[in-house]
């Protein structure tokens, strides 16, 4: 297979980390039998330095031609005060590319089950949670304006919309363990009573899905008290960009979630934490989130599970052989980030 990838390392960590998970990639393809070819590309917080502006056209252009985007955090205090955000370009990406899915899984190693801040007896239960958001619209894209009196941001969503991200979370719990939990707050938003709804309608066509509903704030709850009663969520926007880190703390640490952005055009796949401007450049971020994403793109936007699956056994010896970097590291001993990329690219090289 040949395939190109337009890599956005990002600002921050994401110069730290995303380095670590085109090395695995490589290793992978040495392995497989694979060529990956990268088309870097500047965005973000970088961008402004370069171009004053978060993405360029032709930057965005070199992203739309590729088959997949590996994409690190954008953004940090120093830009706090650009007229345009880092995070501009983000948005734009998504919109570009048309991925209107996020999934995030979220799983809790058994040998990591310590730093959890849940109870031991919550997390002997086991945490793994999939939870998949709408991406393109919601509150994030809606209209909004500040005036002299205030300021207002405005929700809303169409039935296709909601159609289509619900179908994903179906079909997403047929590949798991066959439970779908939709959460919104239909009991204030129209446009939750409308989630409901069509929620309900499409449930008929999931026989074997068992579907609960759940407010926001009472998923939320539920997320720390009975982790284990999730298996996919699905949600909107801002729901799900609440909850998705949620599971991170639930977890034990950010840089343990990655995330796959899909849609119509090439999948888009990045680490959820930030780009944690405090600790950059001192090579201790947690590169597995942004390798565990590449471990999506390879399942999802190329169809290599086998490969997929190596990084993952890699990734676990890593956690297992305590291979880890600080945050979740269960004692004063703890690796660096690129330390962590040697060990997981020569496992997946070896095994």
């Given at each position: ?7 956005i ?12 998970a ?18 870097y ?11 004053g ?9 070199r ?12 953004g ?5 005060h ?12 998504r ?23 849940l ?72 446009t ?10 499409m ?13 926001v ?10 982790p284990?009663?999730f ?17 991170g ?18 999948g ?43 990084i ?16 979740i ?23």
């Amino acid at each position: 297979m040949n395939k190109r990838i337009a890599v956005i390392c990002g600002d921050g960590i994401g110069q730290e980390v995303i380095p670590q998970a085109v090395r695995v990639l490589d290793a992978v393809g040495v392995r497989f039998g694979h060529v990956f070819t990268y088309e870097y590309v500047t965005a973000g917080g970088a961008s402004i330095d370069l171009y004053g502006t978060p993405l360029t056209e032709e930057n965005l252009n070199r992203v739309l031609e590729a088959d997949a985007v590996l994409l690190g955090a954008l953004g940090g205090d120093k830009w706090d005060h650009c007229p345009e955000r880092p995070e501009k370009a983000l948005l734009l990406l998504r919109k570009s590319l048309g991925v209107y899915a996020n999934l995030r899984p979220a799983v809790l190693y058994p040998t990591l089950a310590d730093i959890s801040p849940l109870r031991s007896e919550i997390t002997e239960r086991g945490v793994d949670i999939m939870v998949v958001r709408e991406l393109t619209g919601g509150l994030y894209y809606g209209q909004r304006a500040t005036t002299a009196d205030g300021a207002y941001d405005t929700m809303s969503y169409s039935v296709r919309e909601i159609n289509r991200i619900l179908r994903v979370g179906f079909e997403s719990a047929m590949l798991r363990r066959r439970r779908l939990t939709v959460v919104d707050k239909a009991n204030i938003l129209d446009t939750s009573k409308l989630w409901r709804r069509l929620a309900s309608e499409m449930e008929r066509e999931y026989p074997a899905v068992s579907v609960d509903y759940l407010y926001v704030d009472n998923a939320s709850m539920q997320l720390v008290l009975h982790p284990d009663r999730f298996d996919v969520i699905v949600t909107e926007n801002t729901f799900g960009d609440i909850l998705s880190d949620e599971t991170g703390a639930v977890v034990g640490s950010l840089g343990m979630i990655p995330s796959a952005s899909l849609g119509d055009g090439a999948g888009l796949y990045e680490p959820v934490h930030g780009s944690a401007p405090d600790i950059a450049g001192k090579n201790i971020a947690n590169p597995i989130a942004a390798i565990l994403s590449a471990a999506m793109m390879l399942e999802y936007s190329f169809g290599l599970k086998e490969e997929a699956a190596a990084i993952r056994a890699a990734v676990e010896e890593s956690i297992r052989r305590g291979v880890v970097t600080r945050d979740i590291a269960r004692d004063a001993c703890s690796a660096t980030t690129r330390e962590v990329g040697d060990y997981i690219t020569r496992f997946v090289e070896v095994y």
